[in-house]
């Protein structure tokens, strides 16, 4: 709508203008930006920075906001230092790194991948899936078997460090994740912490694109699968409207099919911060005790470019890159 009321606009601009110069129609038409903030990039976390300024190498290049998204959410999952996302992700109880990721274009088209082992870039898997199968959603063996199919190396993902943080954990083998936070630098809180990169852009055509990738919850049980890679839970765009993403406890933003949720707002009129904190009180009204003692955080772009997040505990913060404000991290509102 947002396009072909601007379209209308200069248009009518043109109308008035050709009868001056048709160059200086040409001109202002093809000046005109579509929001002035594009192209602009937002992913969820401090390491959302690192990753943003990745995808704006494309994006500040004119280049496709899905190429973006994807080249940016590999930075973290290439992270050794990194235990939430990617190679380095924390294994489930038995010992298995398995990997979620989810990818969404301007056209509506979708990948995924869900409790992946051995492959270190389940987003290039969940972009393949999109773009070399009739299907949506590989999971598992499958998931694995495909990515070797197309070249992808198969490796051993469990680090030292993660199987000694492993067996520590085994000890008491007790599922209780921490709520993840992080302070004003970007440092996560706490090692067991649990996030998950989900990012969006919009190019400077004005497309939307978007990428959510993790490990999902540290010490999970084995096949267990979060909203990460799920297109409407963990990820959603719309080129119509905006795009939306989660991080946190992901079956909490299942049962509510967040991302989508948070997008079906925009459509509304809400704007991304209005939508984001309508989809938190969704979950909190639902499960007000459960909801104290858990975290999720939504991240939300308009077609105009505009961002917002909002989550149920302090602490969560989203990071922006665009011409104006480079490595930006901006601390997230949030309901207590
Ligand atoms: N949402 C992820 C999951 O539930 C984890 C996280 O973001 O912390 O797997």
Redesign the pocket.
Known sequence: MYNRRKFIKLSAAGASLAVVSTDLLAKTVTAAPLAAGLPIVISTWGFGIAANQEAWKTLSKGGRALDAVEAGVKIPEADLTNH?VGRSGYPDRDGHVTL?ACIMDEKGNCGAVAAMEYIAHPISIARLVMEKTPHVFLVGEGATQFAVEQGFKKERLLLPSSEKAWKEWLKKAEYKPII?IEDSKGIPGNQYN???IGMLALDVKGNISGACT?S??AFKMHGRV???PIIGA?LYVDNEVGGAT??????E?IRNVGSFLVVELMRQGYTPEAACKEAVQRIIKKKPDTAKEIQVGFLAINKKGEYGAYAIQKGFSFAVCNKNKQDLLIKGKSFY
Do not use: I, K, L
């Open positions: 939430t979620d993840n649990h996030d998950t993790t999902g919850m979060g909203d990460s963990g989660s991080t946190g406890v992901g079956e933003v």
